[in-house]
């Protein structure tokens, strides 16, 4: 059964980055797409964008100017960069897995999502 | 605000049929299909309906999903205390090429 794991800073300071990276085990990173999605403290949750293994990549328009998700398929991981943050931008940070077939798409695993917090 | 609307809350007491809906628009719920995560406090959401109607192996079939048009719901029936949590539903947008959630629904065993 395919895991996931969040890993990166918790704490930022206005206008850095935030990297996060997300392991996979008990599973191949190919053949699925791999997403982040974020909520911030009490509110609902956000999708931040997805990349397939072969690098292809699609984010959300809200997000797309500071966003980069890349993958590291000899290493079985991917990672987030949201550059410039804000307050704004605290929240969990979940990784998942997503599986696409025709007319239909869903996050099947999760990983136990990651705090970052953006306070000076 | 989302593209998805759904209540804040939801609630009944043990046994109860309860439904939470989620309303779209052409450009999500009328054209994909619709998902709904359960995500109980502190802990990551899980997959609770997929593709309008699935469950996933170990989901009971007291949960349900359906569809009609703009709008998409989840019933439970048989409400058990344990079904206390937050429900989420969730589409691919054309309009927007990304995927919208829902604001959530509390739902709450009186």
């Known amino acids: 059964q395919v895991q996931l794991q969040e890993s990166g800073p918790g704490l930022l300071k206005p206008s850095e980055t935030l990297s996060l990276t997300c392991t996979v085990s008990g599973g191949s990173i190919k053949s699925y797409y791999w997403t982040w999605i974020r909520q911030p403290p009490g509110k609902g949750l956000e999708w931040i964008g997805y990349i397939y293994h072969t690098g292809s990549s699609k984010y959300n328009p809200s997000l797309e100017s500071r966003v980069t998700i890349s993958v590291d398929t000899s290493r079985n991981h991917f990672s987030l960069r949201l550059n410039s943050v804000t307050a704004a931008d605290t929240a969990v940070y979940f990784c998942a897995r997503e599986v696409a077939s025709i007319g239909s798409r869903h996050f099947d695993s999760w990983g136990q999502g990651v705090l970052v917090t953006v306070s000076s | 605000q989302s593209l998805l609307t759904q209540s804040s809350s939801a609630s009944g007491t043990p046994g109860q049929r309860v439904t939470i809906s989620c309303s779209g628009s052409?450009?999500?719920?009328?054209?994909?299909?619709v998902n709904w995560y359960r995500q109980f406090p502190g802990t990551a959401p899980r997959l609770l309906i997929y593709?309008?109607?699935r469950r996933p192996s170990g989901v009971p079939d007291r949960f349900s999903g359906s569809k009609s048009g703009t709008s998409a719901s989840l019933a439970v029936s048989g409400l058990q205390s344990e079904d206390e949590a937050d429900y989420y539903c969730a589409a691919w947008d054309d309009s927007l090429n990304g995927l919208v959630f829902g604001g959530g629904t509390k739902l709450t065993v009186l």
């Open positions: 052409n450009s999500n719920i009328a054209s994909n299909s």
């Open positions: 593709s309008n109607n």
